[in-house]
């Protein structure tokens, strides 16, 4: 089997992947970029069909691209997206190869090039590379809890990023565990739709969508909430806290909150605990639930309340907005503490309990015990090898697109001073 040889290979053509191909392009170094499916392929696969960003086109700009001058405050839909990343490699004339997914990722002791097998197309073929940038996010593959196992065959069962619309089901009631963004996301649709939905919820924070005249996320821009390195934070938890409740729908204009879903005739539950056939223990923990998303989106509006005095911004006062009213007696919460699926016609459950990794793929030493990638700033214990688009890869911001900028030049950086100084160039 022949062997192609790059300096450089990224796994994922997503936002960061693409991002580190423009700017080593730039640089003038040969690489490959392997995507298992298409372009985006995240994008394509795991999105419902009213799927909106949650971030304003202006905040999803790639390196080399422009600021759209139609609609940059507007959200873009995952297909508009994806046209976008395509519109990209166009442009750029990156490297990308479609259908292509890495089998294995390995370096002998006594080589400085990893040797990379990848099914492209259902053939194999064998690359060899100096360096190697992993890009292929930490949301590959679908996660459901082991309890799930212990539903009634006859309750139909998918993951949120299987859920594409609320009538790809049978007809009745809807239980859907997981309040972080995509869990309240998928509860307004189906309720938009006239599904009756029961909401299993957690600890998850949310955010105002607009306050005193601006978007949520120019304001915490500004008082730089998302420049907070990973370093320096204290109490690990945050790292692994979820996404907000927050969506794009409605033009950027919705704000999205356990109250509101409520408010639509939503049964907002506490965590679940258990499941034997047909019966679902509850914890009765939704109050605190709600409590807390409350109290985190009181504390961001109370630190853009401090920048607005430091700098005595002219801004208009704090707009009327229902659906981030607190509940301050969580009358929003049900007290619930078993529900029975068939008594209330609930025939299916989504589970958005969010996605995992594997980088299984990687056959070398920098994966820890729970098989996540152990880096510093993206940078492996694997001279060569390096990690693009997780979050908090190295500030707050590194799981957004918006935050790709800082990421992906700094690694590409890292290839760059790697290459000038270890190996020369190699020819492929």
Not at 68 to 91: H, I, M, Q
Not at 318 to 331: C, L, V, W
Request: aromatic share 8%; hydrophobic share 40%; glycine share 8%.
């Amino acid at each position: 089997m022949n062997t192609t040889r790059v300096e450089v290979i990224i796994v994922g053509a997503g936002h960061a992947g693409l991002s580190a191909s423009y700017l080593l392009k730039k640089a003038g170094l040969s690489h490959v970029v392997f995507e298992r499916g298409k372009t985006g392929e995240s994008w394509r696969s795991q999105r419902w069909n009213s799927f909106v960003l949650n971030t304003a086109n202006k905040l999803n700009v790639l390196p080399g691209a422009s600021i759209p001058e139609k609609n940059a405050d507007g959200f873009s839909t995952a297909k508009e997206f994806v046209t976008s990343l395509e519109e990209y490699v166009s442009t750029f004339q990156l490297p990308v190869v479609e259908n292509a997914t890495v089998l294995a990722i390995e370096k002998s002791a006594d080589s400085t090039l990893f040797q990379v097998t990848v099914s492209e197309n259902n053939r194999l073929r064998k690359y060899e590379s100096g360096q190697v940038i992993i890009a292929s996010g930490a949301a590959s593959e679908t996660t459901i809890p082991e309890l799930s196992k212990g539903i009634s065959p006859t309750i139909k069962q998918l993951h949120a990023g299987e859920y594409r619309h609320p009538g790809q089901f049978p007809e009745g009631a809807v239980l859907v565990v997981g309040s972080a963004q995509s869990g309240c996301q998928i509860t307004q649709d189906l309720a938009d739709a006239g599904r009756k939905v029961y909401l299993s919820t957690s600890k998850v924070a949310r955010l105002p969508r607009r306050y005193r005249g601006r978007d949520i996320l120019d304001w915490l821009i500004d008082a730089k909430f998302f420049d907070v390195r990973a370093e320096d934070i204290t109490d690990p938890a945050q790292l692994h806290m979820k996404a907000p409740q927050l969506t794009g729908v409605g033009e950027g204009k919705h704000t999205i909150s356990l109250q509101a879903l409520a408010k639509k005739g939503i049964t907002i539950l506490g965590k679940i605990e258990s499941i034997s056939e047909n019966t679902v223990s509850l914890v009765s923990n939704a109050s605190s639930h709600i409590q807390f998303a409350d109290g985190f989106s009181a504390h961001v509006k109370g630190m853009i309340d401090e920048v607005i005095a430091k700098h005595q911004l002219p801004v208009p006062a704090a707009e009327k907005d229902e659906a981030d009213a607190p509940d301050t007696d969580t009358s929003s919460a049900s007290l619930l503490t078993t529900l029975n699926l068939e008594e209330n016609n609930i025939g299916t459950i989504i589970w958005a309990t969010g996605f995992g990794c594997n980088f299984q793929y990687i056959k070398l030493p920098i994966l820890d015990k729970n098989g996540h990638p152990k880096h510093y700033n993206g940078i492996s214990e694997v001279n060569g090898l390096y990690f693009l688009g997780l979050p908090w890869l190295r500030f707050r911001k590194s799981g957004l697109i918006y935050g790709i900028h800082e990421d992906a030049a700094f690694i590409t950086g890292e290839v760059l001073q790697f290459t000038q100084k270890q190996i020369p160039h190699l020819v492929s």
